[in-house]
């Protein structure tokens, strides 16, 4: 009995299936409708467009749903979600940065590779901030100075912005989303993400020993900081180089994590390796219904990822709050 | 080299030294008891025993179990959960220990049960059986009792005891000195970051009442009294 209704392998094998019945779904709804891509275009619709979106919602997807499990675990914290330690608002901010000096209208993957860049100088600052033996305050108190510090940046690159078209494309894309993403955008995120997500898939151990606090997680042998700064360098690489090319997406890494307890119960270890496909699974179904809703709503352009799943996010988030009241 | 031992053990912590120059130590088949009043540097000295101190090496997770004071799970983990962490230093998930602390210490009735939703005396329980399931050579248990009834606390005193017996070394941070001085061996004095008093667990009381400002008295049986 794990407290739980459910083994993480057997929820892990129906999440994956869930995965590619999704995929499959996702490569047959494009803005052409539904259906195989037909004609001299169809395998370029296919392969160019629909493929790299789909691999790419279930990569950012998987990564955020890890690194919130594992974040969630490893700061003893049921509301800490990816965004929490800062990564993605500066890969958010070094893509921004791109569009402001003009680098991505010249040179087309300078977009992505700003925000790698991003990303990376912020997941060295968050673990310059936190120190050498990271503790969960200190590495939450990292992440929301980085947090803040990337935010007045961006509203400075807002502030400063040399042309409304370069605004309203900044605004877009700090909504995330997955629209128009190519196989560059694939294989410039799919190493660091995947890297990360090995990182952090290792993490088991120390999480469950870190819910009895950092004391007796030293004395079991599994150092608290270790844990700690595996995590934040982990979170670093998969969600900042999945907001690298996808923008800033909220609440999948948040919500993941308490979807997944009342199956697999509550010890932090017992979450990871479902927390994965739930994560891909969860963005992907939300990226079809983004495509889908132009096609039964009337609008004239696809509502934006980020925006749906905080839409979702939301009341989920007052549901968990109801639900912990005494 | 078995048991735990220092010598000489100077901390500090923020600036503030909390042990002067402390020798302790606890031998295989001994049940030593650590008492004094609060912030008398009892937790400090176990955790310097446990090598989670600057100060003192770390210790090997597999010979020496620690209870941190006030230990208790972050999340609703099920007993039998929490008793299974104290196989992480075994890297394995081996039933037979597990079930064997349960039993030890009275909870196996409740290995299923969340440790976040039974009262605070079981959940102890359950994290003292986290300690016995790691099967380790020493025990350093702070306030291992602390939230226990009477009859729970006898029994968790009586379980330890007869763990010194069967050969391992229990160093236990206790505020109830009766319960002190009727089953540890030894029962060593802490005042002021100093140990003041370390001997045959009969002989403390002197010290104790001194250490705590109290009188004492031996009719009808050894007891602390009012000042």
Redesign the interface.
Known sequence: ???GVTTPGRLSAALGLLCAVLAGLSLLVGSAGAGLPGGAAGGLILWQIRLPRTALALLVGGGLGLSGAVLQ?GL?NPLADPGLLGISGCAVLGAVLAFYWGAAQRFAPALPLAGLAGAGLGGALLLGFAGRAPSGPSLILAGVALSALAAALLALALTLAPNPFALAEITVWLMGSLEDRSLLHLALAAPPVLLGCAVLLGLG?GL??????E??A?????PAARTLRLAALGTALAVGAGAAVAGGIGFVGLVVPHLLRPLL????GALLAASLPAGAALLLAADLLVRLAPLALPLNQEPRLGVLTALLGAPFLVAIARRAAP | MTGVAVCGLEVSLGGRRVLHGVDFAARPGEMAALCGPNGAGKSTLL?AL???LVETPA?E??R?????QG????????V???AA??R??HGDTAAAPVARALAACGIAAL??A?VDRISGGQARRA?LA?AFA?EPEVFLLDEPIADLDPAAAHAIMALLRATARAGRAVVVVLHALDLAMRYADRVAIMQAGRIVSDGPAAAALPAAACAFGLAYGVDPAPRLLPP
């Open positions: 009995m794990n407290g675990g003893r151990r469950d020993a870190l819910s009895l606090g004391a007796t030293a004395s079991l042998g599994v119960g509550q010890r932090p | 955790r446990a090598g989670l210790t997770p597999r020496v179990a620690y209870l941190e230990a208790r799970c972050a999340w609703g983990l099920t039998r959960q929490v962490l104290g992480i230093p290995a299923d969340r994290m986290r790691t």
